[in-house]
């Protein structure tokens, strides 16, 4: 079983910048695949950027299409905890942000939720314009 805890949430002015952390701990070495979801009132969880490893190596990432450029997603092995640097922000990015992992290599772009099986409690990120 894996554990996750988002920090890093708050709220920041238009054009501000925000970096949400996702600490893991647990069955770790299990874990191939992270990603951020996010989701706004009234509004379906949707897919925002994931990374998928093994080992010491990263194999792939990948974004939706309306933060490439903006956001960008990383980790830190030795601290078992996964980055979302976002810049940029803008009003339409408020959302409750949650971190998710996955066993699975996922190489097919297949970023729906059923392919996590942990999650976070979430954090909220607000932007005013």
């Known amino acids: 079983q894996v554990q996750l805890v988002e920090s890093g949430g708050g709220l920041v002015q238009a054009g501000g910048s925000l970096r949400l952390s996702c600490a893991t701990s647990g069955r770790t070495f299990s874990i191939h695949t992270m990603g951020w979801f996010r989701q706004a009132p009234g509004k379906e969880r949707e897919f925002v950027a994931a990374?998928?490893?093994?080992?010491?190596?990263?194999?792939?990432?990948s974004y939706t299409d309306s933060v490439k450029g903006r956001f960008t997603i990383s980790r830190d092995n030795a601290k078992n905890t996964m980055y979302l640097q976002m810049n940029s922000l803008k009003p339409e990015d408020t959302a409750v942000y949650y971190c998710?992992?996955?066993?699975?290599?996922?190489?097919?772009?297949?970023?729906?939720?059923?392919?996590?099986?942990?999650w976070g409690q979430g954090t909220q990120v607000t932007v005013s314009s």
């Open positions: 998710a992992a996955s066993p699975l290599f996922i190489y097919d772009n297949n970023w729906s939720g059923a392919n996590f099986n942990s």
């Open positions: 990374i998928g490893w093994s080992g010491g190596s990263t194999y792939y990432t």
